[in-house]
């Protein structure tokens, strides 16, 4: 069976580009067909924006990557229209267990929060979501949108100028030059791109190293999250197992520092320690094994004028808490709209500013997330260890220490309190969680609908027990009649009522208890201007 | 928050004293090391706020200094 990282999805066909006399210019190029360069280019492409998108590669990538994915990002795929299929085939878990030693020391079940319509996470190779990705930028292609995969099409200079970006594209059939007024790059954590600017990339380097096996099993195993801490498979280390679709499980040991990598990944040196750590009873097959080590770090700035870094591009964190994909698409959630705007000519460049100001916030929140974890799950010092171990200890017996065990914190998004483009909190009574610089939390409506499918792409204004005034070119959702509890406890709180404008990006831009169609115009403008 | 108490607040203090020394009799060093961190994330469980919980911490870096 030919599986679908083994077949070209977007094999090299020659563009009409390669044969013009003078350079293309394109509004937007994104360097990177990965999750995060899809979803810029789907975004753009969905909000009617040219976009090129240039891969080295033909096809969704192998392996074992992201795949764990969040609540928020399941909301932003459903405003690029590929949701519902994530959620179909993903695997929903919500028990965990915890292991200490040779002993289970508690579970725990994750009761997510009810009035979502989309569940807090799901666990999914990220091939199958290239691919769900790729499908949907077919349907658009399909449907006219001017979005254009370029497939073995390798970036290999990058020359900025003040007002746009010349590259060079190497090809099967040799190389040719494109000019962009935009060049977002979401080439990975070696970003070519970044190289070739020769901008800088610092952090923190972390010495363990730990083995990845995806291995398909018959086993009855329930879909469960199990995590083990120094156990008798993998003494003074890690190990977590956790589902996949297909009947493929994700095994992660942690193998320490300074390691025989070859000798590590031998099929047979993997599959002697999964039997000990499955049992000898249980088959299984091997089907990706590899071994990793990580980075937590950023760049300065992820944007050197007409070049605009996002995703692992901008930022890499250890994979604890899954905040590597997940972040990488709200990066360009957060973008794109902005993008738009500046292209349309209605928004100045400076309002690009505010990207830098608020990913660069979110990425340090996920670096210093993941590097909480990762001090509790790989202790640097015998003084750490006894810490932790003591916390495990404790765990078993009181449930006041299983808040401090960390495997992992839940990715969330991030709340731009001090973002330049925020606008006023005027509703002293509301709900802390939907202050401005907040993302949407969904809730159920009257009509059965959800909150953030009415949201679309725009600016939008949404009145509970107020009227939204009319402004032209904002749309107006309408909660319809009822209030729901939910939409209650996490709109309007204490507030007898309450108006909010809401950014593309399904963030609140500013809230008021009520307000007039000029004070909503002028912070609509203010917030468009970049704060 | 509460102030952090400075001033002597343990009554029968020697009573107290016996008690730790005791909790750590014939224990080899990591074990009675172990239970120091335990019964620090007992205390500071029941202490609860994070600022308390950073004064006792500058208090006690400041009298080993």
């Known amino acids: 069976m030919t599986r679908i990282f083994e077949t070209p999805l977007y094999p090299y066909a020659r563009s009409r580009d390669q044969d013009a006399q003078a350079t293309i210019r394109h509004p937007v190029i994104v360097a990177g067909a990965g999750p995060v360069g899809l979803a810029a280019a789907i975004d753009l492409a969905q909000q009617g924006v040219p976009v090129v998108v240039l891969d080295e590669n033909d096809r969704v990538s192998h392996g074992s990557r992201a795949i764990c994915f969040s609540k928020r990002t399941l909301e932003i795929a459903d405003r690029l229209g590929f949701g519902e299929q994530l959620v179909q085939k993903g695997v929903r878990w919500n028990l965990g267990k915890v292991f200490f030693g040779d002993r289970k020391v508690y579970e725990f079940n994750l009761l997510p929060e009810e009035g979502h319509r989309r569940p807090a996470f799901i666990n999914l190779q990220q091939y199958h979501l290239e691919h769900d990705m790729v499908s949907r930028l077919r349907q658009l292609q399909a449907a006219g949108a001017p979005i ?3 497939g073995r099409n390798r970036v290999t200079a990058v020359v900025p100028h003040p007002d746009h970006v010349v590259l060079t594209i190497e090809t099967p059939e040799g190389p040719y030059a494109l000019e962009a007024d935009w060049l977002i790059a979401c080439d990975g954590a070696g970003s070519p791109v970044r190289e070739m600017l020769g901008m800088g990339f610092t952090g923190r380097v ?7 096996a995806d291995v398909t099993m018959q086993a009855d195993f329930p879909t469960e999250r199990w995590f083990w801490f120094d156990p008798p498979f993998n003494p003074g280390q890690s190990a977590l197992l956790h589902k996949q679709p297909d009947g493929i499980w994700r095994i992660d040991l942690q193998l320490g520092q300074s390691i025989d990598r070859t000798r590590e990944t031998e099929p047979e040196r993997v599959k002697a320690r999964l039997r000990q750590m499955l049992g000898p009873e ?10 990793y080590s990580f980075q937590c770090r950023r760049m300065e700035r992820f944007r050197e004028g007409r070049v605009i870094f996002a995703g692992d591009a901008a930022h890499q964190v250890s994979p604890f808490g899954a905040r590597g994909a997940n972040s990488g698409l709200q990066d360009t959630d957060n973008l794109c709209w902005k993008i738009k705007l500046v292209l349309d000519g209605t928004a100045p460049e400076t309002l690009l500013d505010s990207y830098t100001a608020e990913r660069i916030q979110a990425a340090d929140e996920n670096i210093l997330n993941s590097t909480r974890s990762t ?8 003084n750490s260890r006894m810490f932790r171990d003591a916390v495990l200890d404790l765990s078993a017996a009181y449930p006041f220490a299983r808040p401090l065990v960390n495997s992992g914190r839940l990715s969330l998004p991030c709340t731009h309190d001090d973002s330049p483009i925020n606008g006023p909190d005027g509703l002293a009574d509301g709900p802390s969680r939907t202050r401005p610089g907040s993302a949407c939390p969904d809730a159920p409506l009257a009509s059965g609908d959800y909150l953030l499918d009415q949201l679309g792409n725009g600016f939008t204004l949404m009145g509970l027990a107020t009227d939204a005034p009319g402004i032209s070119g904002l749309r107006v959702v309408d909660p319809g009649g009822r209030i729901t509890p939910e939409l209650r406890a996490r709109y309007l709180g204490d507030a007898s009522s309450a108006l909010y404008l809401i950014r ?8 008021w208890s009520t307000a007039d169609g000029a004070t909503v115009e002028a912070t609509l403008a203010r917030v468009k201007a970049g704060g | 928050m509460t102030d952090l108490v400075l001033e002597p607040n343990i009554d029968r203090p020697d009573d107290l004293y016996a008690d730790l020394l005791e909790a750590h009799e014939g224990l080899d060093e990591a074990a009675s090391a172990a239970l120091n961190a335990r019964l620090i994330l007992v205390l500071a469980n029941h202490v609860g706020d994070r600022e308390l919980f950073r004064a006792a911490l500058a208090a006690a870096r400041n009298a080993g200094s």
Not at chain 1, 206 to 212: K, S, T, V
Not at chain 1, 375 to 382: E, G, L, R, V
């Open chain 1, 148 to 150: 254009d995969l370029r």
């Open chain 1, 206 to 212: 972390f010495e363990d190293n730990f083995l990845i």
């Open chain 1, 282 to 291: 249980v088959d299984f097959e091997l089907e990706w094994v590899s071994i």
């Open chain 1, 375 to 382: 001090d509790f799950i790989a202790p640097k010092s015998a």
């Open chain 1, 504 to 511: 593309p990006d399904q963030h609140v831009a500013a809230r």
